[in-house]
């Protein structure tokens, strides 16, 4: 019966060592820090799959200010926002302004069925296994994050955005 609590302990130590090693690892090594959103600096370029199977490149937006905002449709907080979102696209849209919402880990069934429901024409696309929302440190849903024209990440946003803080932030991204 020692012996087996001796083992026991030796082997739960080992596990938790290897588990801590790894962690170090995945957080110092294996994540590729040179593509990360900062503020301040130029937006990392992405490449998603939109709702219907085309597929949208961020650097394809450049010479637009741009909200990406990511989001999931069972985001209480998210479903809120929408309405704003989707006014501020219609609103802003022909002075040079762009939408990504960028739905997380969700299908284009899912998310279809959910834009068609809540009558929203915004441009989505889909990060199924949360690459881009890793790469923009994202924490919470939604976050907005608010992009210059010239692909400068000047702004973001943790929570569910007002009307007025929208109109605000792109008013201060719309280009001259």
Known sequence: ???FSIWLRR??????????IFTIYRH???IDKTQEAVIGEVTPNFRLQTIND???ELKDLRGQALLINFWGSWCTPCKNEMPAIQNAYEQYKNDGFEVVAVNIYESAT???TFLQKNNLSIPVVLDKNGEVYNTFNVRYVPTSFFITPDGTLQSSYEGELSKEQLDQWIKEILPN
């Not at 082997?11 to 801590?20: G, I, Y």
């Open 1 to 3: 019966m020692e012996r």
């Open 28 to 30: 110092y090594f294996a």
């Open 110 to 112: 899912t998310v279809s």
């Open 11 to 20: 082997s739960v130590f080992a596990v938790l060592f290897v588990a801590l």
């Open 54 to 56: 085309g597929e949208l």
